[in-house]
């Protein structure tokens, strides 16, 4: 009984809510043109709503009087007196182009154009609207969708398979919505509560949440490191008058406000600068709303065009708030041609929020355990901005093809398309073969991968291959067996590694491994073996060193929040010295005299005598201010603005299970990237460490300093571009590195005629060790990146305990040369 009664309640408080009376209608020009994206309000409150792409809007309203409030930048506001009843009622808006009125002005051959002044007065105030309200907390909702208009049949060898059930080159490949509470507090404190969202064609996935609007009233407007790091600079920034033309329009009246309006244009093209209009209110020089453009001479990566449009909405009658956000991106890039939109609507705005202790916290973002199970029906009933008809037919059509995906003869037709060799996957870059119906992936190598080349096995098969298996989204379980043969000394090699993630909170991982394999002598692996096969068999430098040992290691992950991740693991190595056996080379007969035996002869002057290690590690990372999104069943690290701190202990356990090794190890170490904005990204890696103990500490145990002898850059912010790759390695009691580099990101090289249009980016920076007063080494680096939009070149001067080194060029290729650079 008690339930009936429960379940009445709220049936008749749900029925309560739909007593409301749906609102709807279109808005044009009166050319009957559509106006996407109008923002409609009812007058007096914080109730509002937006068109979508075809104009048309929606509002439930409780029956009674009110007057609606239609606004579009660049056109006339329009007011409409209504009568709700209980009847669906139509209201449609035809919006007048803003009608400017040109002030006047005393004209002269050396007359300032109007604008300027009215910029002048934006400036001044705009430290004030940027500071205005403490805090706030306001309605978001969401939509965001993206369209190909184009794409390549394949790239890169692989074939373009995009499955849904549309063989046409036009069709929409992205949509989803998200409702969310967004709060705010100075200086940064934020908190974004995920109610509903939903992506076409994804049940369980999680849509879009990023409702933190783009503020023209900070100088420097960060929209994407991806599109550019150095940020754009606002059109009344303090120093925008060096960078900007204004012309003068023309005004218009609203509201009783004398609005202007304002072209913006940049000074300089392949300057990060916007090109467009800005709506400044008289007297008061607050911002009333921009229309604005991002191209490729905006200094913009990735997009060729980005446009923004903000409208501000009056929530009390000092305070101007966002009302709506659409981005429009465009995109072509290796023949894929794609457009979109992402529309932010901002509603109920509370600009003087009783916040409870401890509601801001490092969790940014929240998912509601139900987000993203909600019916058709409740958003029907949320959604502020109707669905397009195209959008109403990809969800439905989606939805259909995610059920047919589920089918076990859909999921084994699919892996018969993808499961195919190709002559790339072959030769350069290896493939992936799925069962989608298990949840499983095969990855095996490509031959330029497989087969290589060094003194001591000569040519060398090694098959790497990779089995993952996934339970769930954050159960993961990979198996990666290698297969390494030597032609040359007949050794064969294999192993097996196993790694498993998991964890429903934070991320852990555990990973088992044993088997005998051939290793380098720094375990770092610094040289890689497609560039040694290079150099020694057309150089003479067999730069790589390696031994074999039977070996058995388990490693342990835990990342345990307030951003700490804590490591731990022990290994145990039966390593076995290797000499060289192959003099096969290929190159001028002067450098066949560069061979080196199989061990680091400006180190030692013969190889390890072979032995056991039994070696425990520990570390410790922590990154201060990390913050964290939490999903119903995971918890992402998205980082943190401070330094990450990193220390790390390895202890080699004499006599443990017939161990000769017996050191203790420690190492601090300190990185980070600061973003100095328009002056460019200053990266840094600064380290201390050194062996408590070193009574026994055998050559692969060294603390070895990864060097670089060949002319493909290694690891920038882990690594000596110039430095031999043992000349320094040591089991001193302290050592020191330091690895700095600036990116200017386009600073200067916007300035070069040419040189601006490519976009490539000045780098420069130094790297340093030292062991003590005798023993140290430093280098300095300049160079050019983001050419081709992969490829860096750098010119190195070294030097060596104080004297000249050596000079060389450096090239890096993203993918190649940018991975792993903090390890």
């Keep these: 009984m008690k339930r009936t009664i429960l379940f009445l309640y709220i049936f008749f408080v749900s029925a309560g809510v739909s007593f409301a009376t749906r609102v709807t209608g279109v808005v044009k020009d009166y050319q009957n043109e559509i106006l996407p994206f109008a923002s409609i309000s009812v007058k007096g409150t914080s109730i509002g709503t937006t068109g979508n792409t075809e104009g048309r809007y929606f509002l439930n309203l409780k029956p009674g009087n009110y007057t609606l409030v239609c606004q579009h930048v660049g056109y006339g506001l329009v007011e409409k007196k209504i009568t709700v009843e209980n009847t669906e009622l139509t209201v449609d808006f035809y919006l007048n182009i803003q009608r400017l009125t040109l002030k006047e002005v005393i004209i002269s051959s050396n007359a300032e154009d109007p604008a300027y002044e009215i910029i002048r007065h934006a ?77 076409s064609g994804q049940a369980e996935s999680f849509g879009f949440s990023s409702p933190k609007f783009l503020s023209f009233y900070d100088n420097i407007v960060e929209i994407s490191d991806a599109l550019n790091p150095r940020g754009f600079i606002s059109p009344i920034a303090d120093q925008a008058l060096d960078f900007y033309r ?49 191209t490729k001479a905006s200094q913009m990566e990735i997009a060729d065009t980005l446009k923004i449009e903000h409208l501000y909405r009056q929530v009390r009658p000092d305070v101007w708030m966002i009302a709506t956000q659409v981005i429009y991106p465009a995109v072509k890039l290796l023949g894929f041609d794609a457009t979109g939109s992402f529309v932010t609507v901002y509603s109920d705005y509370n600009i003087e929020p009783k916040f409870p202790k401890k509601y801001f916290t490092n969790t940014i973002v929240t998912y509601d355990s139900s987000s993203n199970k909600r019916s058709r029906d409740y958003w029907e009933d949320i959604r502020p901005i109707p669905l397009l008809k195209e959008e109403i037919e990809d969800y439905l059509k989606k939805d259909s093809l995610e059920a047919v995906r589920k089918d076990p003869k859909y999921l084994d037709s699919l892996d018969r398309v993808r499961n195919k060799f190709t002559v790339g996957g072959v030769l350069l870059y290896g493939q992936t073969f799925t069962k989608e119906r298990k949840k499983l992936s095969f990855h095996y190598p490509s031959l330029l991968e497989a087969v290589n080349f060094n003194t001591v096995e000569g040519w060398v098969a090694n098959l790497n291959f990779s089995l993952e298996k996934r339970f769930d989204e954050h159960r993961i379980l990979t ?62 430098n067999n730069f790589m060193k390696i031994y074999e040992a039977w070996y058995g290691k388990v490693n342990y992950t835990k990342g345990v929040g307030a951003g700490f991740t804590l490591r731990a693991g022990l290994q145990y190595q039966d390593r076995i010295p290797l000499e060289n056996t192959d003099s096969t080379y290929w190159g001028p007969s002067k450098n066949e005299g560069k061979r080196t035996p199989n061990y680091p002869v400006e180190l030692v002057s013969e190889n390890f005598q072979r032995h056991q290690a039994l070696i425990f590690t520990f570390s410790v990372s922590w990154k201060p201010g990390t913050k964290y999104i939490k999903f119903p069943d995971r918890t992402i690290n998205i980082g943190s603005d401070y330094p990450l701190f990193s220390l790390s202990y390895a202890k080699g356990l004499y006599k443990v299970f017939g161990s000769d090794v017996d050191y203790d190890k420690w190492r601090f170490t300190v990185s980070d990237d600061l973003n100095f ?147």
């Design 479 to 540: 198996l990666n067996p290698t297969f390494r043969y030597g032609f040359s000394n007949k050794h064969f090699n294999s192993d097996l590694e196993g790694v498993y993630t998991f964890g429903k909170g934070y991320t852990n991982t555990i990973s088992v491994a044993g088997g005998k394999r051939v290793f380098q002598l720094n375990n770092n692996d610094p040289v890689r073996p497609i560039v040694n096969t290079y150099n020694t068999l057309f150089r003479g």
């Design 246 to 294: 204004y012309k003068f329009l023309g005004s218009f009246v609203e509201n009783g406000k004398l609005i202007n309006r304002i072209h913006v244009i940049p000074k300089r093209s392949y300057e990060p600068l916007f090109n467009g209009y800005i709506n400044i209110v008289e007297d008061d020089w607050h911002i009333h709303s921009v229309d604005l453009l991002l």
């Design 677 to 823: 904005k328009l002056g460019g990204v200053f990266s840094y890696r600064l380290g201390v460490g050194g062996f408590i103990n070193n009574h026994r500490v055998e050559l692969p145990d060294y603390q070895h300093f990864n060097g670089n002898q060949l002319i493909i850059a290694s690891p920038y912010l882990n690594s000596f571009q110039l430095l031999p790759y043992y000349s320094n390695s040591t089991f001193a009691k302290f050592f020191a590195t330091g690895n700095i580099e600036h990116h200017f990101n386009g600073f200067l090289t916007n300035k070069i005629p040419f040189v601006k249009k490519l976009n490539v980016y000045l780098v420069g920076g130094a790297n340093g060790l030292y062991v003590n007063s005798k023993e140290y080494y430093y280098e300095f680096f300049g160079g050019v990146e983001n050419i081709l939009k992969f490829l860096r070149v750098d010119f190195v001067t070294g030097y060596r305990n104080g004297s000249f080194y050596n000079t060389g060029i450096r090239i890096g290729i993203k993918g190649f040369t940018f991975d792993n650079e903090r390890n």
């Design 123 to 199: 400036i001044k105030k705009r430290p004030e609207y940027r500071n205005q309200v403490d805090a706030f907390e306001c309605k978001v909702y969401i939509k965001g969708q993206l369209r190909l208009r184009d794409y390549p049949k394949s790239i890169f060898g692989q074939k373009v398979i995009i499955d849904d059930g549309d063989t046409g080159k036009s069709k929409m490949i992205y949509l989803s919505e998200t409702v969310a509470k967004y709060s705010f507090r100075k200086p940064d404190k934020e908190k974004v509560e995920v109610v509903s969202t939903r992506v």
